[in-house]
């Protein structure tokens, strides 16, 4: 067998392990999109099991927290807005998160509960300061995203308030006997 034949057989060798390669990737892909889809989230919800601190304190609504950092200049701009926004929020629970016991220090006087939670805080492992966290009245997250400004803040508690409100039951007429029908 000459050189160039043995070259060009190796080349398309190549070939074929780098298609089946990509193909195997594609597959892995398609999969994982089905995943997130089958749950109905974005590829941002953080999964997670229920953190027992975030539970909401009258264990019915759902709770915004902005998750925050003692020295992230951001966090201290949006932290004023997010305590005003708290403020006018009904049916559903604000709390910020920290890990440090100086955000009390600089949240001092905002009508806002602050939990100091360096567990919580460890465990949520959300990649940006400052972040909103949606978390389920059992404390389980159901959303994350990350605030870059007072506008990206106000959008993301809009679409939190407004995505995930509960929605009251509808009675749609029908009686059972254990409510006295006949």
């Known amino acids: ?13 190549a070939i074929v392990v780098l298609a089946l390669a990509l193909a195997g990737l594609m597959r892995q892909v ?19 099991d229920a953190i ?10 759902r709770t915004v927290l ?12 949006v932290a004023p807005e997010f305590t005003a926004l ?8 604000f709390r910020v998160l920290s890990y440090a016991e100086g955000t009390r220090a600089w949240l001092d006087g905002a009508d806002i ?3 100091v939670d360096e567990e919580a805080y460890r465990r949520l492992n959300v990649p940006w300061r400052p972040a909103l966290v949606l978390v389920d009245a059992d404390g389980t997250v159901l959303e994350t995203k990350p605030v870059g400004s007072i506008e990206s803040l106000r959008r993301t508690v809009e679409e939190y308030t407004r995505k995930y409100q509960r929605l009251p039951a509808v009675d ?6 254990k409510d006295g029908a006949s």
Do not use: I, K, Q, Y
């Not at 398609?30 to 997670?48: E, N, Y």
């Not at 027992?52 to 609504?61: A, F, I």
């Not at 902005?66 to 200049?73: E, G, K, M, Q, S």
């Not at 749609?172 to 006997?177: H, L, N």
């Open 86 to 93: 708290a403020r006018n929020a009904v049916g559903t629970e």
């Open 30 to 48: 398609r999969d994982l999109a089905a995943a997130v889809r089958s749950r109905g989230r974005s590829p941002l919800v953080l999964r997670s």
């Open 52 to 61: 027992p601190s975030l539970r909401s304190t009258d264990g019915t609504s």
């Open 1 to 13: 067998m000459s050189f160039l034949v043995a070259v060009l057989v190796v080349t398309w060798l």
């Open 172 to 177: 749609d007429g029908r009686r059972t006997a």
């Open 113 to 115: 509960v602050v939990d």
């Open 66 to 77: 902005l998750v925050v950092d003692d020295v992230c200049t951001t966090c201290h701009l």
